[in-house]
């Protein structure tokens, strides 16, 4: 079992990035799917995260409306797009998934290795 985040960088405030989660050993459909973030000095937070109970997707107030999940179930892979990047979205960002359905970092059987992101100029 195995999740796989990339696409993380260096980017201008503004800017957009698309952050990719590959799963493996397992489907990611029938997990819930989510993204997190920790930035240095500060307790890791969630972004996204689509729950399997309901079928909703839910954002975090601050990346609310700048930020999209989704998910490719052919390539078992779930996405990140991030718009209009801000310096205070420079972090580390995870990706989960869990067999509970729910979402929260509780709720999270699941971690990948993590993909940095900087929104800097």
């Known amino acids: 079992v195995q999740l796989q985040a990339s696409g993380g960088g260096l980017v201008q405030p503004g800017g957009s990035l698309r952050l990719s989660c590959a799963a493996s050993?397992?489907?990611?459909?029938?997990?819930?799917n989510g993204w997190f973030r920790q930035a240095p000095g500060k307790e890791r937070e969630w972004v996204s995260c689509?729950?399997?109970?309901?079928?909703?997707?839910i954002y975090s107030d601050s990346v609310k409306g700048r930020f999209t999940f989704s998910r490719d179930n052919a390539k078992n892979t779930m996405f990140l797009q991030m718009t209009s990047l801000r310096p205070d979205d420079t972090a580390t960002y995870y990706c989960a998934a869990g067999a509970t359905g729910l979402c929260g970092a509780e709720g999270m059987d699941y971690w990948g290795k993590g993909t940095q992101v900087t929104v800097s100029s």
């Open positions: 050993g397992f489907t990611l459909n029938d997990h819930s």
């Open positions: 689509y729950s399997t109970f309901d079928g909703l997707t």
